[in-house]
């Protein structure tokens, strides 16, 4: 089974070491809270093809370890967007590296970069699975609900035979659910989705070269074969072919029908490379454009999906031909066309219309679809070089302001974001070369020994048809998406955080120091920004050095005004005088001084005296005992988001990483 060679999406396919990390919000690269230097577990969620060395733990909610309580973990939560497209925006600067150059015409190399997320409704502390029970609530939390889990193993999985009967089908996968999902480990896709990967045949129109791509153990190719993937190797749920293929060609579909999470499919936010392929980005976005796929059967006791990618091979596998649309979220409690088309003259940021989710389904749903993908040239970088891209005028890694979704249900998300870096060989056309000039060696050949001296004398060039093409991969820890209260309405909100990890320069890469980010932002009055930040408690390389102050593992944070940025003192409290011009709409009660606290102390103290979020007890007034190097403060914190009420200008600094001549960590904050 092919499809037509003139449908076929490239993103580039196939993988190097140590090539993309994601450093706002922090990347994982697989890691979850390892005291170790290297990853434990390089296959726990998704295939990055990076080094071991490179990531972030997850953050911890308290000044000890979270262990194996997912409630003592602490996922970053920022308040999304509002429903306007042009004045409510809640903004969020992605940041990262790549190693191998990307952004010029005289790039070496021809690249692009993907970013995208996949939601769920964040529901409530019931809802995160607490065991391997065998109520179908407890199978459902196991194998729905995205987490980063507290265990670095892989979720288990009972793989497809040759001529699986729908008993059989049925059986195995009542095992995956059941008994192969475990409440420990992490998931972002689901099992559903990497099952429909290993019976879906893979795309007989792509360029494979000379790659030899083995039949599974159901009989032919599938999609969990690519180039780069070429031994079928799993990491997490993932289905390679669509990790290594943008736009793909199939819906991303994390579950049958509709779940009780309602998890989305891949959301496309940006496309950073060529730009004269945007028209076929945005053309061909899952957000705005529904994907076909081959259903089987829509009863609970038959395998729903096959084999399939186009239309005529499914017919005759005795399937239908079914389109699915993408979405947001689905507006379940609006329940006519005239209600949703009421729910449209909301807001401009989503597209919301009267719909079915998929064709052959009779029912119709009010879908919340994602904005437009974003389309735009890459950021400039040099190879060889994990470093600041050319283009920023500040020196600072590549870098990408993006504006947090917009969900109308009112309701707090749970959602993870996914960084693709995707480069290939321009000695074929990545764009048009397909399955015709597979083992072509005028095209491409592994290795290969030239005679440029045209004497005999050859000489071998250093090429790996597996990774002429090749995508990389990092993807951040589960963060939470909230609603906006009344009071922000109309505002635009920026998100102040921290990025880095404990250690000095050469300890901490392929990740990066301490900083805050962004470290210069320049707002107006009427907006509002949320400072915010996490941390680990087990970033200590194991042995592998953690230089650093206070107890060695901890990452710790806070902000304090001081006088100039080539100074290293901060001033009093009492006479930080840009917090009279600050107050915070999560504490409403709080006075600048509070919030001053606050800061100072990440939390420890939460005001200078009480107000309606800070208990008397836990005032700097009553409390006492804060360790001179935060040791015993909180290593992640929510923080405030601040309202001003005149113009000025904060000079920030963290007492405990700012360590003169060894790493700086200050930040310029302008209300204009």
């Not at 679809?369 to 070089?385: G, K, L, S």
């Not at 007890?617 to 040791?631: A, I, P, Q, V, Y």
Request: aromatic share 10%; with cysteine; glycine share 8%.
């Amino acid at each position: 089974m092919w499809v037509l060679q003139g449908t076929i999406f490239l993103l580039f396919c196939t993988l190097v070491l140590s090539d993309v990390y994601l450093h706002n919000p922090r990347g994982s690269n697989n890691r979850l809270d390892e005291n170790t230097a290297n990853r434990k577990n390089n296959n726990r969620l998704f295939d990055s093809q990076n080094n071991n060395k490179g990531g972030y733990n997850t953050g911890d909610r308290f000044s000890s370890e979270g262990g194996s309580r997912p409630e003592r973990f602490y996922s970053m939560q920022y308040y999304g967007s509002g429903p306007s497209s042009s004045q409510e925006g809640s903004k969020l600067m992605v940041e990262w590296t790549n190693q191998h150059g990307c952004g010029s015409d005289e790039s070496k190399l021809l690249c692009n970069l993907v970013i995208q997320y996949m939601c769920q409704s964040n529901g409530t502390h019931e809802d995160y699975p607490r065991g391997n029970g065998g109520r179908w609530d407890d199978v459902e939390e196991r194998t729905l609900y995205m987490r980063d889990g507290t265990s670095t193993d892989t979720q288990k999985y009972s793989e497809p035979r040759k001529g699986e009967s729908d008993r059989s089908y049925s059986s195995r996968m009542e095992k995956n659910y059941e008994d192969n999902s475990d409440y420990k480990e992490g998931l972002h896709e689901t099992v559903y989705w990497y099952d429909q990967c290993r019976y879906r045949e893979a795309n007989g129109g792509l360029f494979t070269a000379d790659q030899d791509l083995k039949k599974d153990k159901v009989g032919y190719v599938t999609a969990s074969r690519t180039r780069q993937n070429n031994n079928g190797d799993r990491s997490g749920y993932e289905c390679p072919e669509e990790r290594d293929y943008f736009p793909y060609w199939q819906p991303t579909m994390q579950s049958e029908n509709l779940d009780r999470f309602q998890r989305t499919p891949w959301i496309d936010l940006a496309w950073m490379g060529d730009k004269s392929k945007c028209n076929y980005i945005k053309q061909n976005s899952f957000n705005r454009r529904s994907k076909w796929r081959c259903v089987l059967s829509k009863d609970s006791d038959e395998r729903p999906y096959g084999r399939a990618i186009n239309e005529e091979d499914c017919e005759e596998e005795g399937g239908n031909w079914v389109e699915f649309v993408s979405f947001l979220e689905v507006l379940t409690e609006v329940t006519s066309e005239s209600a949703c088309k009421a729910e449209q003259r909301k807001g401009t940021r989503n597209k919301i219309f009267w719909t079915k989710l998929r064709s052959d389904d009779s029912k119709e749903y009010c879908v919340v679809q994602a904005p437009e993908i974003t389309c735009d040239v890459a950021p400039w970088t040099r190879v060889n070089h994990l470093g600041n891209s050319g283009d920023s005028k500040s020196a600072d890694s590549s870098r990408l302001e993006v504006e947090l979704p917009y969900f109308p249900s009112g309701e707090a998300k749970r959602c993870t974001l996914r960084l693709r870096y995707n480069i290939t060989t321009a000695d074929y056309d990545p764009w048009t070369t397909d399955s015709n000039s597979n083992d072509d060696d005028d095209v491409i050949e592994n290795n290969p020994e030239v005679d440029v001296l045209e004497n005999g004398d050859e000489l071998q060039l250093a090429l790996n048809t597996a990774q002429t093409g090749r995508t990389f991969q990092d993807r951040s820890h589960v963060f939470v998406v909230l609603p906006r209260t009344p009071e922000m309405s109309n505002k635009r909100i920026y998100n102040l955080n921290v990025r880095g990890k404990r250690g000095n320069i050469v300890q901490t890469f392929p990740a990066v120091e301490y900083d805050f980010i962004p470290d210069k932002l320049e707002v107006s009055r009427e907006d509002l920004v949320h400072v915010q930040w996490t941390g680990s408690n087990s970033h200590d390389n194991n042995n592998d050095g953690d230089d650093g102050q206070g107890k060695g593992g901890t990452d710790r944070h806070n902000m304090l005004q001081f006088r100039s940025l080539d100074e290293n003192y901060p001033v009093k409290i009492s006479q930080a005088g840009f917090w009279d011009g600050v107050r915070s709409l999560t504490d409403p009660d709080a006075t600048g001084e509070d919030i001053a606290v606050g800061l100072a102390t990440s939390g420890y103290y939460c005001a200078k005296r009480e107000t309606g979020k800070c208990p008397s007890k836990l005032t700097s007034s009553r409390k006492r005992n804060l360790d001179d190097e935060l040791d015993n403060a909180p290593a992640s914190y929510f923080g405030h988001v601040l309202k001003f009420t005149k113009s000025g200008t904060l000079l920030y600094m963290c007492s405990r990483n700012n360590n003169f001549s060894n790493r700086s960590q200050k930040g310029k904050l302008i209300v204009k």
